[in-house]
């Protein structure tokens, strides 16, 4: 009997344990969508079944042009985020440099090094 056997419940839990992670990474792989990021600087464009044939742009974006649905795009900024990119553009005028980002809120120092590779403004990326 397993009783009289406590290295069978080892084997037992490592092996559900790795069917758990197994079923994990299928899981995930099958329903994460993945966003550009820097390797993928080329223009993004047609209808590659993920998106609408019209809805085209490059890296990087320009900060003081792209809309929410752009800006979504980059990794690091999700829509609530974006929203309120757009939001301070509209309210405090066009952004000088990326380094405005700041100001918007919950933008800190770590996102803005993560997303500044992506954003210029005027053709220049700072």
Avoid: Q, W
Wanted: aromatic share 12%; glycine share 8%; net charge positive.
């Amino acid at each position: 009997m397993l009783c009289h056997r406590p290295f069978l419940y080892r084997i037992f839990y490592f092996l559900a344990l790795l069917l758990f992670l197994f079923t994990a990474v299928l899981y995930t792989a099958r329903h994460v969508s993945f966003k550009a990021g820097p390797e993928t600087k080329e223009s993004l464009s047609g209808n590659d079944g993920f998106g609408k044939a019209e809805d085209s742009f490059s890296f990087p974006l320009e900060l003081n042009t792209a809309g929410e649905d752009e800006l979504t795009h980059v990794k690091g900024i999700g829509p609530v985020l974006a929203e309120r990119i757009v939001d301070y553009r509209r309210k405090r005028g066009m952004f000088r440099s990326t380094d405005e980002l700041l100001r918007v809120k919950g933008i800190g120092p770590a996102t803005y090094e993560k997303i500044k590779p992506f954003l210029t403004v005027e053709g220049r990326s700072e």
